[in-house]
């Protein structure tokens, strides 16, 4: 007999769910107890077993996303358009949502299921029984009612795109968002020097120019105790870039880069650049089995443009990448541009999402093309061909 249970804390989760989900540190319980620990106020996390008889044979998480017109958008001047497109994205997603999956991270790192011991159809259907589990969990406790539930972050070639039936009954959208960008990287790439050698002229000088333009800024890794003496700073450094986006779901909290680093250990990297030691910038790296996934990073605005800062911080990602033998180096979305500068290649993604209002669910693509505009970007080709 197949069978659902909901946890409301990680403390709580059975033995069982760290073997199960050995492939992927974002669904790994030290990785959710950072979250746990160190999360935007607005976002409440579920836990979903999904049982054979006894045995765990899948999991979901699920985040409940309170979503806010002031953390949503950040800018105070606005045109008449923004405003306009304001309103109209704040009718569709102001208030309670559930996500399944992760919305501080690009990505589907969200769901995940046994083949061998339960069907595709029978996982999802059971994890939505889960999801109206917590709406009325919610209802009952908080008397708070959830406007909309998305299934978050899926590439193309993902066998759930197999599940019409399931997505139609529950009248959930396919939607387009931006693309994940990712490298891969080359077998030949034994050293850094391997992948310069393989940009070609225009791309190895602009390489060139951005470390020149460094300028005597230095990058070095912060441990445990540098990463808590430098909470507030890395904060504010993280908060220039983060507010400095168009549409913005949650804000991290101080204690963030800190209970990452407390609960990953070694598999969660902090990079600090420092000019005159002063710390002017940062990135962040977890390491995902064969995958490294780029994070949040930050940066002082005044040394972004004039040192390069931004571009200068994807070489080092990609530099770490290759001098630790990972297959792929995620860099994420936004910045798309300058992402396949290095050699990153843009992976299309889709979500599944339902509005609780039958008019906006009815026009919800349309709405959402509002949202996640197509943005006209020129793919870069910076390898000889």
Same mark, same amino acid.
């Given at each position: 007999?197949?069978?659902?249970?909901?946890?409301?804390?990680?403390?709580?989760?059975?033995?069982?769910?760290?073997?199960?989900?050995?492939?992927?540190?974002?669904?790994?319980?030290?990785?959710?107890?950072? %979250? #746990?620990?160190?999360?935007? =106020? /607005?976002?409440?996390?579920?836990? @979903?077993?999904?049982?054979?008889?006894?045995? $765990?044979?899948?999991?979901?998480?699920?985040?409940?996303?309170?979503?806010?017109?002031?953390?949503?958008?950040?800018?105070?001047?606005?045109?008449?358009?923004?405003?306009?497109?304001?309103?109209?994205?704040?009718?569709?997603?102001?208030?309670?949502?559930?996500?399944?999956?992760?919305?501080?991270?690009?990505?589907?790192?969200?769901?995940?299921?046994?083949?061998?011991?339960?069907?595709?159809?029978?996982?999802?259907?059971?994890?939505?029984?889960?999801?109206?589990?917590?709406?009325?969990?919610?209802?009952?406790?908080?008397?708070?009612?959830?406007?909309?539930?998305?299934?978050?972050?899926?590439?193309?070639?993902?066998?759930?795109? %197999? #599940?019409?039936?399931?997505? =139609? /009954?529950?009248?959930?959208?396919? @939607?387009?968002?931006?693309?994940?960008?990712? $490298?891969?990287?080359?077998?030949?790439?034994?050293?850094?020097?391997?992948?310069?050698?393989?940009?070609?002229?225009?791309?190895?000088?602009?390489?060139?120019?951005?470390?020149?333009?460094?300028?005597?800024?230095?990058?070095?890794?912060?441990?445990?105790?540098?990463?808590?003496?430098?909470?507030?700073?890395?904060?504010?450094?993280?908060?220039?870039?983060?507010?400095?986006?168009?549409?913005?779901?949650?804000?991290?909290?101080?204690?963030?880069?800190?209970?990452?680093?407390?609960?990953?250990?070694?598999?969660?990297?902090?990079?600090?650049?420092?000019?005159?030691?002063?710390?002017?910038?940062?990135?962040?790296?977890?390491?995902?089995?064969?995958?490294?996934?780029?994070?949040?990073?930050?940066?002082?605005?005044?040394?972004?443009?004039?040192?390069?800062?931004?571009?200068?911080?994807?070489?080092?990602?990609?530099?770490?990448?290759?001098?630790?033998?990972?297959?792929?180096?995620?860099?994420?979305?936004?910045?798309?541009?300058?992402?396949?500068?290095?050699?990153?290649?843009?992976?299309?993604?889709?979500?599944?999402?339902?509005?609780?209002?039958?008019?906006?669910?009815?026009?919800?693509?349309?709405?959402?093309?509002?949202?996640?505009?197509?943005?006209?970007?020129?793919?870069?080709?910076?390898?000889?061909?």
């Amino acid at each position: 007999m197949k069978s659902f249970k909901i946890y409301h804390a990680v403390a709580n989760l059975p033995h069982s769910w760290d073997g199960i989900v050995a492939h992927d540190i974002f669904l790994q319980s030290s990785y959710l107890k950072a %979250l #746990e620990e160190a999360s935007s =106020n /607005n976002i409440q996390f579920f836990y @979903v077993g999904i049982f054979n008889e006894e045995d $765990l044979v899948g999991i979901a998480i699920i985040q409940r996303v309170q979503l806010y017109l002031k953390d949503m958008f950040r800018t105070i001047n606005v045109s008449c358009v923004k405003e306009f497109f304001r309103d109209v994205v704040s009718k569709v997603l102001k208030g309670n949502i559930l996500v399944v999956g992760n919305l501080t991270h690009t990505g589907q790192h969200g769901v995940f299921f046994q083949k061998e011991n339960i069907s595709q159809t029978a996982y999802l259907n059971l994890v939505y029984e889960a999801l109206d589990g917590i709406k009325n969990h919610i209802k009952t406790s908080q008397n708070k009612t959830i406007r909309a539930v998305m299934f978050k972050d899926y590439f193309l070639d993902n066998t759930i795109h %197999l #599940e019409i039936d399931f997505f =139609n /009954n529950h009248e959930l959208h396919k @939607v387009k968002v931006q693309p994940n960008m990712i $490298l891969k990287l080359q077998p030949n790439w034994l050293s850094f020097n391997d992948y310069i050698n393989d940009l070609n002229k225009k791309y190895k000088r602009r390489y060139k120019t951005a470390r020149t333009k460094l300028n005597g800024i230095m990058c070095s890794e912060l441990d445990l105790e540098a990463v808590k003496a430098n909470s507030s700073r890395l904060h504010a450094l993280y908060l220039n870039v983060s507010s400095n986006a168009k549409f913005n779901t949650f804000i991290l909290p101080e204690n963030h880069f800190y209970s990452l680093k407390l609960q990953l250990e070694n598999r969660f990297r902090v990079f600090g650049y420092y000019l005159d030691e002063e710390l002017i910038g940062f990135f962040t790296l977890i390491e995902n089995e064969k995958h490294l996934e780029t994070y949040f990073l930050g940066y002082d605005e005044a040394h972004q443009y004039k040192n390069q800062l931004y571009l200068n911080m994807l070489y080092s990602m990609l530099d770490f990448g290759i001098s630790n033998n990972f297959k792929t180096v995620v860099y994420a979305r936004t910045a798309m541009e300058i992402k396949s500068s290095v050699g990153a290649k843009a992976e299309p993604m889709v979500v599944y999402i339902k509005h609780t209002n039958g008019f906006i669910n009815a026009t919800l693509k349309q709405i959402f093309a509002l949202m996640n505009p197509k943005q006209e970007w020129e793919e870069r080709h910076p390898f000889k061909s």
